[in-house]
């Protein structure tokens, strides 16, 4: 059996980042709900936490949105997937409010760990991570078998460029 000492392997194609992306995703937003329901954390451990997740949200998430809506939509556009792309879209913004909610539940508990915001944390992260299970499944189901499809070598690369320049200091 072949061990992978350096974690899992990445992938450099388009849709091998798009899933890294979503990867992250569940993983911070599961998080969230760790952080709000788990009551055995040390003070420093519950602040590092609501800190990486703020800083997720805040920073990597609006890039990935932007890779899809910036990127991805108008490459898939009139291949077929334009009610997807459309519902893709919608999501997008559905999930802005609780984003924001999201993340005035994170400051809240940081600052005060008290029952009231961890239930407030809790139930939005239970929502947002509802939400994203939903969202993710049908990219990857629906939109990300097409890139290899639908679009060229040349395109896949210089679509991979844009994403790799939102991820630029200052960008």
Do not use: W
């Not at 939903?134 to 844009?162: C, G, K, N, W, Y």
Request: hydrophobic share 45%; with cysteine.
């Amino acid at each position: 059996m072949f061990v992978n000492l350096g974690g899992p392997e990445r992938r450099e194609d388009l849709v091998g980042l798009l899933l890294e992306c979503h990867e992250r995703i569940r993983r911070f937003s599961r998080l969230a709900v760790e952080v709000a329901t788990r009551v055995d954390l040390s003070p420093h451990d519950l602040e590092d936490a609501c800190a990486r997740c703020e800083r997720y949200f805040v920073e990597a998430l609006p890039k990935h949105v932007a890779d899809e809506e910036l990127t991805l939509l108008p490459r898939l556009k009139g291949m077929g997937v334009d009610a997807a792309l459309a519902t893709m879209h919608a999501q997008h913004e559905t999930h802005a409010p609780l984003l924001v909610e999201l993340l005035e539940g994170l400051r809240q508990l940081r600052a005060e760990p008290s029952a009231q915001a961890r239930e407030r944390l809790a139930t939005v992260a239970r929502s947002l991570v509802a939400e994203f299970d939903v969202h993710l499944e049908a990219e990857e189901r629906l939109l990300f078998p097409l890139v290899p499809t639908v679009l060229s070598a040349e395109q896949q690369r210089v679509a991979i460029i844009e994403l790799r320049s939102r991820r630029q200091a200052g960008a």
